[in-house]
């Protein structure tokens, strides 16, 4: 390229809008980025009898920074479980909206949002035809190097039960 196409090209990406930048808020998701060792249980109710969890998450950025990519895959005593989401950022809510599709056909969106260090995830659920509400707590400790999730169910918002408590360990 000749200098001077590399002006016209630099003047015509200046005059159609420069690609958009993430913002900061969406930096914020860098903590959860790489790959997870998942361990944990459920404890009996609503979403099952108590059992042990064992997965493997990863989370990557999608090219342009804008978008995170969540693999989830593991099992919940002998029965193999797995989704995948796209996490973003939504500047009018100031939420993480998260997309979810799981393995069984089902799919959830979440809203998360972020503050003092916690990361919470809420959303409804539909278990055994009765709609519940779902909250995810998260704590990074160890240099971000371990997640640990607390994940309750309400029928009415205001009483929470825990069913699942997971922590992770960042692979090196």
Same mark, same amino acid.
Not at 73 to 102: H, K, N, Q, W
């Given at each position: 390229?000749?200098?001077?196409?590399?002006?016209?090209?630099?003047?015509?990406?200046?005059?159609?809008?420069?690609?958009?930048?993430?913002?900061?808020?969406?930096?914020?998701?860098?903590?959860?980025?790489?790959?997870?060792?998942?361990?944990?249980?459920? *404890?009996?109710?609503?979403?099952?009898?108590?059992?042990?969890?064992?997965?493997?998450?990863?989370?990557?950025?999608?090219?342009?920074?804008?978008?995170?990519?969540?693999?989830?895959?593991?099992?919940?005593?002998?029965?193999?479980?797995?989704?995948?989401?796209?996490?973003?950022?939504?500047?009018?809510?100031?939420?993480?909206?998260?997309?979810?599709?799981?393995?069984?056909?089902?799919?959830?969106?979440?809203?998360?949002?972020?503050?003092?260090?916690?990361?919470?995830?809420?959303?409804?659920?539909? +278990?055994?035809?009765?709609?519940?509400?779902?909250?995810?707590?998260?704590?990074?400790?160890?240099?971000?190097?371990?997640?640990?999730?607390?994940?309750? *169910?309400?029928?009415?918002?205001?009483?929470?039960?825990?069913?699942?408590? +997971?922590?992770?360990?960042?692979?090196?």
């Amino acid at each position: 390229m000749t200098q001077s196409s590399i002006t016209q090209s630099k003047a015509a990406t200046k005059s159609s809008g420069a690609s958009p930048t993430p913002r900061p808020e969406h930096g914020r998701l860098d903590v959860f980025v790489g790959k997870w060792s998942i361990k944990g249980k459920q *404890y009996d109710g609503p979403f099952g009898p108590a059992a042990e969890i064992s997965a493997v998450e990863s989370y990557e950025w999608l090219v342009g920074g804008f978008f995170l990519i969540h693999r989830f895959g593991g099992r919940l005593d002998a029965t193999e479980m797995a989704c995948v989401e796209i996490i973003g950022y939504d500047d009018s809510s100031g939420s993480y909206p998260r997309y979810s599709f799981y393995s069984n056909g089902k799919t959830n969106e979440w809203q998360g949002h972020e503050g003092d260090g916690k990361w919470t995830l809420i959303g409804d659920s539909l +278990v055994q035809d009765k709609s519940l509400k779902v909250r995810c707590t998260t704590v990074f400790s160890d240099s971000d190097k371990t997640m640990s999730g607390n994940w309750e *169910y309400s029928s009415d918002g205001s009483t929470w039960q825990t069913f699942w408590d +997971v922590v992770g360990t960042k692979a090196e």
